[in-house]
C-alpha cells in the first residue's frame, strides 16, 4: 500500500470562467415574465446557473424554473443562491406599482 496511487477527495466543484449578465425592466402587473423567453441573451451562453445574484429596485417575486413553483419575495436586498439547485429559467411578476428594475448574474460549476 505505501507509495501506491490514489484519488484525491474532491472538496468543491471547479470553477467556470463563463457567467452571465442581465440587466433589463419588467413593467408593473406582469405575471410570470418568462426571462428565458423575454430578455435577449438570457440562458444562451451558460444554458443554466448554479449560481444566482437578482438585484432589483422595486418588491417582486420570482419562480425557479417552472411556473408552478413556489414564488419568491425578493426586494432591494440582493437575492442569492449559489449551488443549490439548476436553474433553467426564472419568472418574474410584478406588483409593485412601478416599473422594476433588474440585473441578474448567472454563472455555473464547471463539469468535473
Known amino acids: 500500500m505505501k507509495n501506491e496511487s490514489f484519488k484525491p477527495i474532491l472538496i468543491q466543484h471547479p470553477l467556470s470562467p463563463n457567467y452571465e449578465n442581465l440587466e433589463f425592466t419588467v413593467a408593473d ?51 442569492e443562491l449559489d449551488n443549490l439547485l439548476e436553474i433553467t429559467n426564472i419568472y418574474i411578476s410584478n406588483a409593485s406599482g412601478s416599473t422594476a428594475n433588474l440585473k441578474i448574474f448567472g454563472a455555473q460549476k464547471a463539469a468535473y
Open 29 to 79: 402587473s406582469l405575471t410570470d415574465y418568462d426571462v428565458r423567453t423575454n430578455v435577449s441573451g438570457a440562458f444562451k451562453k451558460l444554458g443554466t446557473f448554479t449560481t444566482v445574484v437578482i438585484r432589483t429596485d422595486q418588491t417582486i417575486t420570482i419562480k425557479l424554473n417552472d411556473t408552478s413553483n413556489d414564488a419568491i419575495t425578493i426586494d432591494d436586498t440582493p437575492f
